[in-house]
Nanobody, 126 residues
Framework: DVQLQASGGGLVEAGGSMTLSCIVPGLALDDYAIGWFRQTPGKAREGVSFISSSEGRTWYRDSVKDRFTISSDNAKNTAYLQMNSLKPEDTAVYYC???????????????????WGQGTQVTVSS
């Protein structure tokens, strides 16, 4: 079974930066899009960003545009989420996931993703 490995979370002050990493063992990033999701208690898991390196395509939810940057290093089988200008409302558990879905518009939804990591907590203090 494929288990992605998310890391890099922690505590940061508002306005600070943090980079999350997602190691994707056993999957070729040329064949899979990688998504980042986040979830807070009592709320649904929401899509934050995804990247398809084979298509050269990325997507960001509106609330993180111009602050977050997704990237991938296919040689290292690793995806990254660089988060700048962090806000308290970015506080959540962040998950990475992999999908072979060819529907770009659907990749923002968790149902499209077959493989998930364990999540990493990001806490932004005000």
């Amino acid at each position: 079974d494929v288990q992605l490995q998310a890391s890099g979370g922690g505590l940061v002050e508002a306005g600070g930066s943090m980079t999350l990493s997602c190691i994707v063992p056993g999957l070729a990033l040329d064949d899979y899009a990688i998504g980042w999701f986040r979830q807070t208690p009592g709320k649904a898991r929401e899509g934050v960003s995804f990247i398809s390196s084979s298509e050269g395509r990325t997507w960001y939810r509106d609330s993180v545009k111009d602050r977050f940057t997704i990237s991938s290093d296919n040689a290292k089988n690793t995806a990254y989420l660089q988060m700048n200008s962090l806000k308290p409302e970015d506080t959540a558990v962040y998950y990475c996931a992999a999908t072979k879905s060819q529907d770009s518009a659907a990749r923002r939804f968790r149902s499209q993703y077959a493989y998930w990591g364990q999540g990493t907590q990001v806490t932004v203090s005000s």
